[in-house]
């Protein structure tokens, strides 16, 4: 009995020191030094007009200047339920209609986010009156996706469909997920435009990509570097950009999905609150011009050409009412 409860305990420690082996050979490998490739990323930026107005910025103003003095020529926006249907049954896309018409006049490419859940807090954008039945909320959601897919079809500065964001990560004020509806919302929006890709995204940190990633033609990930939670505080995820390699190949060989896209880089900071409400020196330990730059450049070294940059409104928010022009001033290095 004796002998056999020692090769089991035997057997148990070789085992656990296999794992732990492994285990630290990937976090190695994940952590080696990457070139910097030769090849120059196609950048582009989120852009929030109700971000910027909750800033306090002429939010047309800073999207122009997005475009003209940056020369930012891809932008994701989104359609925010909430403020397009603020009275059921009455839509308003004026705001849209323009963002999209000035990107056309410059031969920016658009993403356009649908849903319910799109980009900016409290992540879920849901009108006040589609809040209380759950069952009318499902429902009057297809019509708006329904209603804004058909409107902007053949606008010819949309690209992409993205359908929902980062849909099955837990993060935001929304309701809980909902598989089968959003199965109906990427069949209905394919249904109206075929001819146009759908994107899916996901975390990059948090989530291995498969569900998202085999739901589309696209594929978007977010990277962040340094990130505040309540439970943990401030901390760095130790993850080099062959983190991100592995994944790429992963859900290209296991869903055949190969239009990977960076759709949120980290450029503006996390912080334990709303970001222009902290000192500005708080704001800066967090994100400034200079790890702008080795974000974008960790990004490239990931292999992903495409990367959407995450905190426009911010950069142009220093440079309008702080005088603080210096990550505004990077970026159009970067992007020039």
């Known amino acids: 009995m004796k002998n056999v409860l020692r090769r089991v305990v035997k057997t148990l420690a070789l085992l656990f020191a296999g794992l732990t082996t492994l285990a630290l050979c990937i ?11 030769e090849q120059e990323a196609n950048l582009g930026v989120t852009f929030s007009s109700r971000y910027a107005q909750d800033i306090g910025l002429d939010w047309k103003e800073a999207y122009l200047a997005t475009m003209d003095d940056l020369g930012v020529k891809k932008i994701r926006i989104a359609a925010y339920w909430d403020l397009v249907e603020k009275t059921e049954g009455q839509y308003d896309f004026s705001e849209l209609d323009w963002q999209l018409d000035e990107a056309g006049k410059r031969n920016a490419e658009i993403v356009l986010a649908v849903g319910q859940k799109v980009p900016r807090w409290p992540e879920c954008h849901i009108p006040q009156w589609a809040k209380e039945d759950d069952a009318k909320r499902k429902e009057k959601l297809l019509s708006f996706v329904e209603t804004t897919v058909f409107r902007y079809k053949d ?7 993205q359908v929902e964001n980062e849909p099955f990560l837990g993060f935001g004020i929304c309701p809980p997920l ?4 959003l199965d109906k919302e990427i069949e209905m ?9 759908i994107m899916l995204t996901d975390s990059g940190e948090l989530s ?3 569900r998202a990633a085999k739901r589309g033609d696209h594929f978007g990930t977010t990277m962040y570097r340094e990130v505040f939670t309540e439970k943990y505080g401030f901390w760095k995820y130790p993850l080099g950009p ?3 390699k592995i994944k790429k190949a992963m859900v290209g060989t296991l869903v055949g999905q190969k239009n990977v896209s960076v759709i949120e880089l980290q450029g503006e900071p996390w912080i334990e609150g709303w970001t222009t409400g902290f000192p500005l020196k708080r704001q800066f330990e967090s994100m400034n011009a200079s790890k702008l730059k080795d ?5 490239r070294k990931t292999g992903i050409t495409d990367i959407y940059v995450w905190g426009v409104e911010w950069w142009y928010w220093l440079k309008a009412t702080q005088d ?6 990077q970026a159009k290095i970067l992007y020039n």
């Open 27 to 37: 976090f190695a490998y994940f952590n080696l030094p990457v070139a910097l490739p």
């Open 155 to 161: 606008h010819p500065a949309i690209s992409i469909w």
């Open 178 to 181: 909902d598989v089968e509806l």
């Open 189 to 197: 929006v394919r249904r109206i435009d075929p001819e146009k890709g």
């Open 208 to 210: 291995i990509w498969l």
């Open 242 to 244: 062959n983190f991100f």
């Open 295 to 299: 974000n974008i450049e960790y990004a």
């Open 324 to 329: 603080h022009p210096e990550v505004w001033d």
